[in-house]
């Protein structure tokens, strides 16, 4: 009906919201609708209209609906009018209700070149068309992994060594840009661009370790990270060949084997020629596709002879086709698959135009980051270089963790078989409401209360008050990698120590902090610093 709609995939009754405006002081008459933006989305908008002599206070209304509604119910846009518009028929015309202005606060532009420059980088790495001074970096939708790209974009901007700390203790604008402006020249890290390449370039240190654990087992597909495109319609094959060609050619790693010299791995990269990878059409019937798909992207690599990346077609009808395509880790993390997936794309569309894809060259290789990142590292023979001080933190902040978190359930197996399930649901809108509630009263995000639940819950489970997750980060903190396949994702491990008879908010807090302390130490490599700690080491 024209009193019920569906917002975020929850059916709303228009009629309850009105019901709820009609009862905050001053307000005569009340009209909510929905409306769709083709920036902000699906939006409800409140339409008053005053009682006699009475004024209207939007952000009073809106206080008070909160006390009667949940968040998602709350119109994020109330408008008052002196009457409502009428058909012919002297009904409502809810057609002719003006549009809304969302503007939730007043737009100051920011007036110092430091202020551009973080408006500026708050706006590209947000997909924000403009960005005022006051404008709070958590408010436009930021978090704790897109901050870690907001500083290290910030310190090569000005040349400093900046901190992620320093996002969450002065989140606007103006605030950030007063707090970074006396770091400006005092020295960042050397800049990430083309290196002179030595005969045999090194491994990074992630790549080490995938390495090792591919001359361990070359059969193992644990590694393989796979992906399955359903295609309808005409398929130009000779297209998508020379998509695939253009794509080899753009990315480095795709291309590049892993052989030893003097028992020591090194990067070779082949020509686009050499490593182009086949691409077979396999005719094949809907219900052996599972079968198919899965022996192909079971498949292992031998990384020190052949490149990291196979591809297959299936083809299931006249115009029903699947493309598949595995990449090693050692080649490609998750993050990777976008510009992967964002380049074939373009390719192939321009191939079909019989032209070549018009992208812009990258501005480095995985070549030049694994020689960038040990030259940032350092030795770990020198106590004062970068890697030393980070290994430093680690083993104080790990120090004494226990080896295993037990929990009810099945026992482990002996040997870790790599089988896994997803298990999908909802989160309701208002529980979201409710969380970003708590992280904006303690000066968190999201992620840190969602971090703190979880190890309260895993606290309870275990009987065990020392908890510690691992979580991926896409270690892409230099603009020069947003478009590059490779493999750069970390795995950082995050602590709490978990008191049932403190509050909530006390452990918050306690997570917020080491939280922040690990996103500052995220340098290091987590192969590396499993070496380093040495634990316990399990099949299991």
């Not at 405006?21 to 939006?43: E, I, K, Y």
């Amino acid at each position: 009906t024209d009193f019920q709609v569906k917002l975020r995939g929850l059916r709303i009754e228009l009629g309850e919201i009105e019901a709820a405006l009609l009862a905050q002081p001053g307000v005569a008459q009340s009209v909510v609708v929905l409306r769709t933006d083709a920036h902000a989305g699906d939006q409800l908008v409140g339409y008053l209209v005053a009682e006699p002599d009475s004024t209207i206070d939007p952000d009073a209304v809106k206080a008070g609906l909160a006390g009667s509604l949940p968040g998602y119910m709350i119109p994020a846009a109330l408008m008052i009018m002196d009457a409502f518009p009428v058909n012919a028929s002297g009904k409502l015309d809810r057609k002719a209700l003006p549009a809304p202005v969302f503007e939730a606060k007043v737009f100051r532009a920011p007036s110092t070149p430091i202020e551009e420059i973080v408006a500026g980088i708050f706006a590209d790495l947000l997909g924000v068309e403009r960005v005022g001074v006051d404008d709070d970096f958590f408010e436009l939708g930021g978090n704790s992994l897109v901050a870690t790209q907001v500083v290290a974009r910030l310190s090569a901007a000005l040349n400093a060594d900046i901190g992620v700390r320093a996002m969450f203790e002065a989140p606007t604008v103006a605030a950030l840009a007063a707090r970074v402006e006396s770091h400006a020249g005092s020295g960042a890290r050397q800049a990430l661009t083309a290196r002179q390449r030595p005969e045999y370039p090194p491994l990074s240190l992630a790549q080490q370790r995938m390495w090792f654990l591919n001359r361990f087992d070359a059969d193992s597909a644990a590694n393989n990270i796979p992906a399955a495109v359903r295609l309808t319609g005409a398929l130009d094959l000779a297209a998508l060949r020379g998509a695939v060609a253009d794509v080899v050619a753009r990315h480095e790693s795709l291309r590049t084997i892993y052989p030893s010299q003097g028992g020591v791995a090194y990067q070779k990269v082949l020509s686009s020629t050499r490593a182009l990878p086949a691409l077979d059409v396999v005719q094949a019937a809907e219900d052996e596709l599972p079968e198919l798909l899965r022996e192909f992207v079971t498949r292992g690599f031998d990384v020190t002879a052949e490149p990291p990346v196979r591809l297959r077609v299936y083809r299931i009808g006249e115009q029903d086709y699947v493309l598949v395509v595995v990449v090693h880790h050692i080649a490609a993390d998750g993050f990777s698959m976008r510009p992967l997936v964002r380049d074939m794309m373009m390719a192939y569309v321009a191939r079909t135009g019989e032209a070549e894809p018009g992208w812009s060259p990258l501005p480095v290789q995985y070549v030049d980051y694994a020689l960038w990142q040990r030259e940032t590292l350092g030795s770990e023979d020198d106590r004062t270089s970068l890697i030393s001080e980070q290994l430093d933190y680690w083993r104080g902040a790990l120090a004494g963790l226990p080896d295993e978190l037990r929990l009810p359930g099945k026992p482990r197996p002996a040997v870790a078989s790599y089988r896994a399930g997803t298990h999908r649901f909802r989160v309701p809108a208002e529980l979201i409401d409710a969380l970003n509630g708590v992280a904006r009263d303690n000066g968190a995000t999201l992620f840190m209360v969602v971090h703190s639940a979880f190890a309260a819950l895993l606290a309870r489970l275990s009987g065990s008050g020392d908890i510690a997750v691992g979580i991926p980060v896409a270690g892409r903190g230099e603009q020069a990698l947003d478009d590059l396949v490779g493999m750069f994702v970390n795995t950082l491990v995050l602590r709490a120590e978990v008191d049932a008879a403190t509050a909530f908010t006390d452990l918050l807090a306690q997570v917020r902090e080491r939280d922040l302390q690990a996103f500052a130490h995220a340098d290091v490599p987590f192969e590396r610093l499993v070496e380093v700690l040495n634990p316990a080491r399990s099949q299991a």
